[in-house]
């Protein structure tokens, strides 16, 4: 062998040594145990114990995670000014698709499968308040929740008015 010959396998050697020992490392046949606070953390696994509830007083943000036991009562009078409040409301945020009637035949209406023809239908009437009031807070089928559109205050407002819209 020449001192070129040997002088270039050394130099190979100086460049594939790193490239194997970067192989070896990052296929963990040489394993280094580096610290991961992730996976050290105590934490509950799969199906191990019980999620944790949220902090007394907390406010989820997609609406109700849990179906309530009992539908929520209606706290708002149905006076003047609630039924004031509730028709405005009702023609900013659900005429669009129900129509200003209730009748189901709003602008959007062609969008959807399915309204309810009527909101005045015995149906309808015959659900609590607190009924219509998750279906606007959670959404119903097609229909989107809308409980970043209106304060609680206003969905009983909206409720009461639409009892007071004409049956058809
Ligand atoms: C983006 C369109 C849209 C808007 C806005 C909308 N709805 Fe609806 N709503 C629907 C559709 C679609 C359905 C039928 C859903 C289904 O049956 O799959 C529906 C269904 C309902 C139902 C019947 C639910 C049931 O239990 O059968 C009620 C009550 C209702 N809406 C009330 C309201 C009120 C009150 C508002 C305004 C605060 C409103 N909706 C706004 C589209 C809308």
């Not at 490392?25 to 019980?50: C, D, R, V």
């Not at 039924?83 to 959007?108: K, M, S």
């Not at 807070?137 to 809308?146: A, D, H, I």
């Amino acid at each position: 062998m020449t001192t070129r010959q040997r002088r270039g396998l050394v130099i190979i050697g100086l460049v594939l040594t790193p490239f194997i020992v970067g192989l070896l490392l990052t296929f963990e046949f040489i394993k280094i145990p580096f610290p991961t606070n992730m996976a050290e953390q105590p934490s509950a696994g799969y199906q191990e114990a019980l999620r944790k509830l949220p902090p007394e007083g907390a406010v989820p943000v997609q609406g109700l995670s849990i179906i309530p036991e009992e539908f929520p009562a209606n706290p708002v009078p149905a006076d003047e000014i609630s039924l004031q409040r509730g028709a405005i409301l009702y023609e900013i945020h659900c005429q669009v698709c129900h129509g200003t009637q209730g009748h189901g035949d709003g602008p959007l209406v062609s969008y959807f499968d399915r309204t309810p023809q009527n909101l005045t239908a015995a149906q309808i009437i015959g659900e609590f308040d607190g009924s219509v009031y998750l279906t606007i807070v959670q959404g119903f089928g097609q229909m989107p929740s809308l409980a970043e559109n209106l304060t609680q205050r206003e969905r009983w407002d909206v409720i009461n008015y639409v009892r007071t819209l004409p049956p058809r």
